[in-house]
């Protein structure tokens, strides 16, 4: 059974920090691309950012030298340290595992349940 729990959301001024937390149980996470992804009220749900097994990061334009994405592979633990917060990074960011099934092309995604993030103007 997989499960990824987020923490650390909630309620930022503008141009300050906040740092999510997600922690993956069971086997999947050290081998497979892990990311935050975020959903404002009344729009589709976006990459924010992904690191892969051995370390490479991908961020969304709009985050680039804001956020810093992180992972410990012993801790079954991704992170996302936000800094600079706008308001409209406000929305509810999730956790995601991309698991590549080993010798096959197959893709499964695992999700949080999502936590708040509001940055207030």
């Known amino acids: 059974q997989v499960q990824l729990v987020e923490s650390g959301g909630g309620l930022v001024q503008a141009g300050g920090s906040l740092r999510l937390s997600c922690v993956v149980s069971?086997?999947?996470?050290?081998?497979?691309?892990a990311g935050w992804y975020r959903q404002a009220p009344g729009k589709q749900r976006d990459l924010v950012a992904t690191i892969t097994s051995g370390g490479i990061t991908n961020y969304t334009d709009s985050v680039k030298g804001r956020f810093t994405i992180s992972r410990d592979n012993a801790k079954n633990t991704v992170y996302l340290q936000m800094n600079s917060l706008k308001p409209e990074d406000t929305a509810v960011y999730y956790c995601?595992?991309?698991?590549?099934?080993?010798?096959?092309?197959?893709?499964?995604?695992?999700w949080g349940q999502g936590t708040q993030v509001t940055v207030s103007s």
């Open positions: 995601n595992v991309n698991r590549k099934l080993i010798g096959t092309n197959i893709r499964y995604n695992y």
């Open positions: 069971g086997s999947i996470f050290s081998a497979n691309v």
